[in-house]
């Protein structure tokens, strides 16, 4: 039985009377049986500690977070060691949550299920030995897991979507476009070549202080500029999308974050605020900014899907499009994304907002994916380590660009 040691930080052999009283906190009713296979997730490849156990049929019986987002915002950015001293102290907790919740014992699982690539290695790390005491301890098998594959999949808990599909992964760390033929068969049809649309929203929004805005204060950047872009005129400013002249379905927001660096400068020193303070324009630039990367986004995965069908990867009238990762919640962005669909008779399906954003539920699915298709369950987890870099899929972005196609203009009336 595991039970955190809080103060040394490591695990240690309790008590049996403790051991007694962790059983029964999972409400464990002796005698009952589940009919469906039941696998433990568990999350901690960057900032959120999540936990759930997810059903065969896709039911979630119970989950678990604890989200670091608000020390990160303090701190104006994620500090791996800070990230992963958190993630040591909720993560009994988190796991024994979702375990409560879902009346299930650790015995009556099937598997376990961890992410273990890509993300930062010290957030893994906690996750990755975490989950090896359990599975020695229970005698579990174990799934390692890939952040974004569980992203692109999450969809098939709530939807009966069929491979092959388009995903569109947009968030804080990944930006890439996949298509995705079946369970680990992915192949990679564009990436960003410098930061996430994340990354660059959560830039922009502290270089606009919005954490001083009353409205923002404690929202992520992605979610501060897209509340307050409701405020402001997306015309406001002319700005161009980047890599308008690249034919590919590669992304580029790192330009764009500097652009808006330059203009929130310009217009600091027009209406005489320094630095640190919340510009009168701060909303037409939150809503130019984001309107710039909903049309950049919209564009290149325009060109995905033309190239899937063009080459007869997806079906040229039932194709399916899955948004997801932390950004696909914008609902600017997923209009843009709904013209293109509508202009080229695909289906737009986005989890709900609680399952685009890092959870545990989408890592325990994975888990029954794999279970399933009997791929990538180990019954021996020695030599298992954690990949803080990992690609998706095969990569064949060389080939897209080298297809050059052009993108009809679309009205991006949104
Ligand atoms: O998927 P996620 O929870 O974590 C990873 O990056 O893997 O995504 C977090 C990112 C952050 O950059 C955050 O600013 C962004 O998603 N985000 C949003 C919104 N909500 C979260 N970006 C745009 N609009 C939102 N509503
Ligand atoms: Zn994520």
């Known amino acids: 039985m595991l039970i955190l040691n809080k103060t040394a930080g490591v695990f240690s052999k309790p008590s049996r009377r403790r051991t007694y009283e962790f059983l029964r906190s999972f409400n464990f009713h002796p005698g009952k049986l589940f009919l469906h296979k039941l696998v433990l997730g568990i999350e901690t490849s960057c900032d959120d500690t999540a936990a759930a156990v997810v059903d065969e049929t896709g039911n979630v019986l119970g989950e678990a977070i604890h989200s670091q987002t608000e020390v990160h ?216 900014v984001q309107h710039t990367a909903a049309c950049h986004i919209a564009k290149r995965t325009h060109r995905a899907i033309l190239f899937c069908k063009q080459r007869q990867l997806l079906s040229q009238s039932n194709a399916v499009l899955v948004v997801s990762g932390g950004v696909a919640s914008n609902l600017h962005i997923r209009k843009a994304l709904e013209i293109v669909t509508n202009a080229t008779q695909c289906t737009l399906l986005c989890p709900p907002p609680r399952l685009c954003t890092d ?28 990949e803080p870099k990992c690609p998706l899929g095969v990569d064949i972005t060389e080939e897209v660009g080298e297809a050059a196609i052009k993108v009809p203009w679309l009205k991006m009336e949104i």
């Open 73 to 288: 915002l303090k701190t104006g950015g994620i500090v791996p060691p800070v990230a992963q001293q958190l993630h040591r102290e909720n993560i009994q907790r988190i796991v024994q949550e979702a375990l409560s919740a879902s009346k299930v014992s650790p015995s009556e699982l099937s598997a376990i299920a961890t992410t273990v690539k890509p993300g930062l290695a010290l957030s893994l790390g906690v996750g990755l030995s975490f989950s090896l005491q359990l599975v020695e301890q229970f005698k579990k098998p174990f799934i390692p897991i890939h952040h974004m594959e569980a992203h692109a999949l999450t969809i098939r808990l709530l939807n009966k979507v069929e491979f092959p599909f388009l995903v569109l992964l947009i968030s804080g760390g990944h930006c890439l476009l996949a298509l995705v033929r079946g369970v680990s068969d992915f192949l990679l049809l564009g990436k960003s070549l410098d930061i996430a649309p994340g990354d660059m929203l959560d830039k922009v929004a502290r270089r606009l202080s919005l954490i001083k805005h009353p409205e923002c204060s404690t929202m992520s950047g992605g979610k501060a500029i897209e509340h307050l872009a409701k405020q402001g005129n997306k015309l406001h400013f002319d700005i161009k999308p980047p890599m308008q002249h690249a034919k590919n379905c590669d992304f580029s927001f790192s330009g764009l974050q500097h652009l808006a660096d330059r203009l929130i400068t310009q217009k600091e020193k027009e209406e005489g605020i320094p630095k640190g303070q919340i510009l009168s324009s701060a909303a037409h630039i939150a809503a130019a």
């Open 359 to 386: 959870n545990g539920i989408m890592i325990a699915w994975n888990g029954i994916e794999r279970l399933r298709a009997g791929v990538g369950v180990l019954h021996n987890t020695e030599g298992i380590r954690y």
